[in-house]
C-alpha cells in the first residue's frame, strides 16, 4: 500500500513552454502533497505544500505564478512550470501524506526528470 | 531553522565491511527522523523512521539510532553488499510537518 505515481517521468522541452507533472496516490487518499525540487548533488528542496481544495502554500523563494500546483482531488495534484527556461532543469518529486494513518509520513514518488533546452 | 547535514558526501568500501552513515541536526524540536535510499535518477524509498521518542529502529541488516540531545542520528549498515550502493538521505520532520533533508551520502561498495 502507500503507492505514489508521477507522469511523465521525464520531459524534455523548449524554451517557453510550460510542462505539466502529475503526482497521483494510488491506493489511498492525501489531503496533503508535497513537491520538491532536487539539483544535482543537492538535497532536496520543498517547493510547496498543496492542500486538497485549498490554494497551496509556497515555500521563501519559489514563484507561485511560476510553478502553478493544482490540487483538485485527494489523489491527484498537479505542477505546472510555466515559460520553463534551462535553469528549471531539476528533478521534480512529490510526496502525498496518508490521510488513514493520522502520521507524519510522506510517500514519495519515483521522481520527474525535466529538462529545458 | 533546521539545517541537516551528512558528511561524507561520498563513501567508497569493499564488500563485507561493517559502516555507519551519520547526520547531524541543528534542531533537536524534531516529530521524526528518517533514513531514505535514492538510486540514481530515482525516487526515495524510506529505509527507516525513528520518532522523536524512540532511540534506535531496525530493518534487517539496518539499524538507526537518533540521540535528540546531541542532534546526531547514524545508519549502520552491516555485511555491506554492491546492492546497497545508493545515495543515503536523511530528513527530518519538523514541529511543523515540514521534511528538512540532509544532501545525502553516495555509498558505492565495491565487489
Known amino acids: 500500500g502507500a503507492v505514489v505515481s508521477q507522469h511523465p517521468s521525464w520531459v524534455i522541452c523548449k524554451s517557453g513552454t510550460s510542462v505539466k507533472i502529475e503526482c497521483r496516490s494510488l491506493?489511498?487518499?492525501?489531503?496533503?502533497m508535497f513537491w520538491y525540487r532536487q539539483f544535482p548533488k543537492q538535497s532536496l528542496m520543498l517547493m510547496a505544500t498543496?492542500?486538497?481544495?485549498?490554494?497551496?502554500?509556497?515555500e521563501q523563494g519559489v514563484e507561485k505564478d511560476k510553478f502553478l500546483i493544482n490540487h483538485a482531488s485527494l489523489t491527484l495534484s498537479t505542477l505546472t512550470v510555466t515559460s520553463a527556461h534551462p535553469e528549471d532543469s531539476s528533478f521534480y518529486i512529490c510526496?502525498?501524506?496518508?490521510?488513514?494513518?493520522?502520521?507524519?509520513?510522506?510517500?514519495f514518488g519515483p521522481g520527474t526528470r525535466l529538462t529545458v533546452l | 531553522k533546521q539545517e541537516v547535514t551528512q558528511i561524507p558526501a561520498a563513501l567508497s568500501v569493499p564488500e563485507g565491511e561493517n559502516l555507519v552513515l551519520n547526520c547531524s541536526f541543528t534542531d533537536s524540536a524534531i516529530y521524526n527522523l528518517q533514513w531514505f535510499r535514492q538510486d540514481p535518477g530515482k525516487g526515495l524509498t524510506s529505509l527507516l523512521l525513528i520518532q522523536s521518542s524512540q532511540r534506535e529502529q531496525t530493518s534487517g541488516r539496518l539499524n538507526a539510532s537518533l540521540d535528540k540531545s546531541s542532534g546526531r542520528s547514524t545508519l549502520y549498515i552491516a555485511a555491506s553488499q554492491p546492492g546497497d550502493s545508493a545515495t543515503y538521505l536523511c530528513a527530518i520532520t519538523g514541529a511543523n510537518s515540514k521534511l528538512t533533508f540532509g544532501k545525502g551520502i553516495t555509498l558505492s561498495v565495491r565487489p
Open positions: 498543496s492542500n486538497e481544495g485549498s490554494k497551496a502554500t509556497y
Open positions: 510526496s502525498a501524506r496518508d490521510r488513514r494513518r493520522g502520521t507524519d509520513t510522506q510517500y
Open positions: 491506493d489511498f487518499q492525501a489531503t496533503t
